[in-house]
Each structure stands twice: as structure tokens, then as C-alpha cells.
């Protein structure tokens, strides 16, 4: 029996995850989190009966502990609960699905604790990858990407040893808006960057996907996952999403990872590793399929993923205000106080006005994160007024 926690039960990846444990018995979930779906983190409480739950808001956990107040479950709150739930005695293995940088303090609690992590949350690596690599390799952890893209490569990279390594291949679908110029995204509307052609996936990383941003917080991602130069991770588009991503080896071999357009797939081998185990669901028909098809990412038209590169080259605390950037710019984005190209201006505009920081500690990149948001806050609100 595999006890685990889920941080971010109640989004995409988190109820994916528990579709997975109701197929399989020799899971048991320990630990639930949730920000503020109380109804929906009531539910899985009294279907998988865990010992502890996180709810991020405060009064939410107030309510939801009045409702579950009969059953043998505890219910905290916040920051110091998130941590409480990824540092639990009895949980061998966090799944931390929580979008966004609020994933990072209970991330790396839970390294120090010795526990296992599936990771699904990007911006842990993206923007604290120099921290959280070198404390995986001293507690002895696994740390075991859940990102379809990242599973892609480590299941890809069982075929040959590090050394023998010449490049990494990250597919993209391209996302909605692939084939537009950029004069043809000044009117994206929110309902617009939210259709995905392929993936069922939450707000944030769908909106993150359409502008390729999502793409360049995984090129980072992979820089510190599988320590590999940023000359040596390679974007491709692949609009079918069939191959999930590749790597190429010295001798001119590459080995791919191909599926359906499921995560719980890459969940569920992160669950299990190194075991494969059989998963409900549709399989591949290379009949039906016809074909894959390849195009060169347009630079011009998703200046993010070049963004993406450079912040990552230059290191230090530059992917930190890429991501916080992205993230209160999306946010604005959804709530319509800013425009689709705006999203893009506010990366760049945040980088220019940032004071850079080589080594930034975990103090740090907290605290950039809040002033990039409010140097954004400050820049919107003057074009308002």
C-alpha cells in the first residue's frame, strides 16, 4: 500500500490523480489540499477518507470542518497546512498539483522531510530549480515529473545513459491560435485563448498554452529536471499531441514517447515507477491517425517561448519574474482588465524594470514574486487612470 498526498486535490491534475487511485486499491490517499473548492474537496474526503485536508482560505476551512466535524478527518489552513499535509508522517509519495508559485515552500518541506514528489507544478523548478535539485540529491528523494512533456523524456531517457545524451525534443500542440500573425491576436477574448485543440486542462496552463508561455516555463523546467544546457532542449510543434516528447542521442537515434492526449498516463507512471500497470482508456490508432506532422515554433508571433530562453540563460531570479509576471498578467487577462498581447508586454516589461539577483535564496524569489506583481499592479493601473 502507497500512502499519498495530493497538494491541489480539487483542479486538473489533482482529480485526474484520484482517478487513478479508484482504480487501483493498493493506493491510499492520505492527505488532501484544496484553495477554496470545499464542496468538491467534501466529496473526496468522504469517498477516500483521509487523514488530513488544507484548505488555503481560512474561513473555508472553518466551514468545511463544520461539515465534516463527524468523520475521523482534521482540517487546517494556509501556508503552515499545505506544509503540514506534504510533511505527514505516514505520506511516502506528494503529488503537488497546485498551480503557481504557492507550490514551492511545501515542496521543498516535503524533500526535507525524505518523501517522494510527483511534480506537477512547473514553477517550483522554474523559478527555485537551484535550490530544489541539489536537496533532492542530498535527502535521497525521487522526484518524478508528472508534465506530460517531462514524462515524455524521463520514460525516453530509460534507453540510454546521460552521457550518451545529445539533445532533448519538447513537443507543442501549437495551441489555438497557431498559424495566426500577431496582428491577428490583438482581439483574443478570454473564451477564445481558453479552447485547447487537444488537452482538458485548467484556466491558467490553458491560457499559458495558447500564448506558449506554458512551453517556455517547461524548457526551464527540463534545464534543471534533467540537467541538460538550454542549447540542448529544442522546441518543436506537433499539433496532433501524439508524441509527447523525444530525445535524440549521439548516434543519431531518437527515442520518442507517443500516446493519447491523457494525463493520466504521465500521472499514473509517476505513481508507479519504474512498474507499468494497465490504465482504462482510448489507445493509439496509427491507422486511423494518418499522420504526425511537424512545424518550427514562430517566434515573431509567441515571442514567450524566446523570452523564456533568455530568462533561463541568464539565470539567477529572472524566471521568477517571468513566471509571477505571466501569472498576475493571465489573472488580468481573464478578469478582461487587460488585453491578449498585454500578457506578453507585461513579461517584458517586468524583466526590463527588475533588479537582477544571481543566487537568489527561497527569500528572495518569494519577494520578487510580490514585487513584479506589484510592479505590474502599478503599471495598469496608471495606464487606467
Not at 541568464?314 to 524566471?319: A, V
Request: glycine share 8%; net charge negative.
Amino acid at each position: 500500500m502507497k500512502k499519498i498526498a495530493i497538494l491541489g486535490s480539487t483542479g486538473s491534475i489533482g482529480t485526474q490523480t484520484l482517478e487513478i487511485v479508484r482504480h487501483n486499491k493498493d493506493l491510499q490517499v492520505v492527505c488532501l489540499s484544496a484553495g477554496s473548492n470545499i464542496d468538491l474537496l467534501e466529496k473526496q474526503i468522504l469517498e477516500f477518507s483521509p487523514k488530513l485536508v488544507c484548505v488555503g482560505e481560512e474561513e473555508k476551512a472553518k466551514e468545511l470542518s463544520k461539515r465534516v466535524k463527524h468523520l475521523p478527518v482534521r482540517v487546517v489552513a494556509g501556508m503552515e497546512g499545505l506544509i503540514e499535509c506534504g510533511t505527514y508522517k505516514e505520506v511516502e509519495l506528494v503529488v503537488t498539483a497546485i498551480v503557481g508559485m504557492i507550490g514551492i515552500r511545501p515542496t521543498i518541506e516535503a524533500i526535507k522531510a525524505k518523501k517522494d514528489i510527483a511534480l506537477a507544478n512547473k514553477e517550483t523548478l522554474v523559478t527555485a530549480g537551484h535550490i530544489i535539485m541539489p536537496l533532492v540529491k542530498e535527502k535521497n528523494i525521487s522526484l518524478l515529473p508528472v508534465d506530460s512533456e517531462h514524462s515524455a523524456i524521463f520514460q525516453a531517457l530509460q534507453g540510454g545513459k546521460k552521457e550518451e545524451l545529445k539533445k532533448l525534443i519538447l513537443t507543442a500542440s501549437g495551441g489555438p491560435f497557431r498559424g495566426k500573425s500577431w496582428g491577428e491576436l490583438r482581439g483574443i477574448q478570454p473564451e477564445d485563448a481558453l479552447q485547447h485543440p487537444n488537452w482538458s486542462m485548467g484556466q491558467k496552463i490553458t491560457i499559458d498554452s495558447s500564448t506558449m508561455v506554458n512551453k517556455g516555463l517547461e524548457v526551464m523546467e527540463a534545464h534543471w529536471l534533467f540537467d541538460v544546457e538550454y542549447d540542448k532542449i529544442q522546441v518543436v510543434i506537433q499539433p496532433q499531441s501524439i508524441i509527447h516528447s523525444m530525445v535524440e542521442y549521439v548516434d543519431g537515434g531518437v527515442i520518442a514517447q507517443l500516446g493519447t492526449p491523457d494525463m493520466k498516463l504521465p500521472i499514473q507512471y509517476a505513481l508507479y515507477y519504474p512498474e507499468r500497470r494497465h490504465l482504462p482508456g482510448d489507445r493509439l490508432d496509427f491507422y486511423e491517425l494518418g499522420q504526425i506532422t511537424f512545424e518550427k515554433p514562430d517566434l515573431d508571433t509567441f515571442p514567450a517561448l524566446r523570452l523564456a530562453y533568455e530568462s533561463g540563460k541568464k539565470g539567477g531570479s529572472l524566471p521568477t519574474v517571468y513566471n509571477a509576471a505571466n501569472e498576475m498578467a493571465v489573472r488580468l487577462f481573464l478578469n478582461k482588465e487587460i488585453g491578449y498581447l498585454d500578457i506578453i508586454e507585461s513579461i517584458e516589461y517586468a524583466i526590463k524594470m527588475h533588479t537582477f539577483m544571481e543566487e537568489p535564496s527561497l527569500e528572495d524569489i518569494l519577494k520578487t514574486e510580490q514585487e513584479t506583481y506589484q510592479c505590474l499592479f502599478e503599471k495598469w493601473r496608471k495606464k487606467e487612470g
